[in-house]
């Protein structure tokens, strides 16, 4: 049961890591709609968050195998992805959705790029970064091989800096995309209902991990030693 619990806890922070890509892309659906008057529709801003979540579909297979460095795969290389991913958008929806689709990558690896992004692949496989993001090398070098249960278990069933900081861009991108879709005279008081309930239900979850990483421990099959 415990087992299970943690489980769950680590299916809902991998749904946390992703949240800040979500947000971004469901925004830059929006974005793109208003300014080229192209319909708005929930569908739209599902396929905008999958869109920027897209290249980390691998991850799904990492929750229970161990995996190399997982920007290391082609789909992490943004020379092939963008245009794959601009090409398909292109003959899936036009014009319209091969700009979102390239958006949404560059800004996945923009984030991405704070653990890594060999941006000037094939050239160069040297992990680049952009003045204003510092790569997080201990990441990178700790967790690389060792499955995605550690990372969660370490950075996101308890609030940390690394953590932190991704979901407070998310909550205020959504509560802002909440405010602009509903616009007035009531978008205001559900954007400030959907902002007060995420961090209710945030500091919940931070409470239930901590928990779980309390037993696990106790149980003896906690956070591995990295
Ligand atoms: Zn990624």
Redesign the pocket.
């Known amino acids: 049961m415990r087992g299970l619990r943690l489980r769950i806890l680590r299916l809902i922070a991998a749904f946390f890591v992703a949240l800040l890509?979500l947000s971004m892309g469901a925004a830059i659906f929006f974005l793109a709609a208003k300014i080229t008057g192209h319909n708005i529709s929930v569908l739209g801003y599902i396929f905008g968050a999958l869109l920027a979540v897209a290249?980390?579909i691998d991850l799904l297979s990492y929750l229970k195998k161990e995996h190399g460095r997982?920007?290391d795969q082609l789909i992490?290389r943004p020379a092939f992805a963008i245009p794959a991913g601009v090409f398909i958008g292109w003959i899936a929806g036009g014009p319209f959705w091969a700009c979102v689709a390239g958006l949404c990558l560059f800004v996945?690896?923009l984030?991405?790029t704070q653990t890594g992004i060999a941006w000037l692949w094939p050239f160069s496989l040297e992990y680049k970064s952009l003045p204003f993001l510092k790569i997080e090398w201990q990441i990178i070098e700790k967790y690389a091989g060792k499955g995605i249960a550690p990372y969660l278990d370490d950075f996101w069933l308890e609030p940390t800096k690394h953590s932190f900081w991704q979901l407070v861009p998310a909550v205020i991108i959504l509560t802002l995309l909440v405010w602009l879709h509903f616009g007035s005279p009531y978008g205001l008081y559900i954007a400030l209902a959907f902002f007060i309930f995420s961090w209710i239900a945030l500091l919940q979850f931070w409470q239930f991990g901590s928990v779980a990483i309390r037993e696990s421990l106790r149980a003896g099959r906690g956070k591995r030693k990295i």
Do not use: T
């Open positions: 890509d290249p980390d997982h920007h992490h996945h690896f984030h991405d």
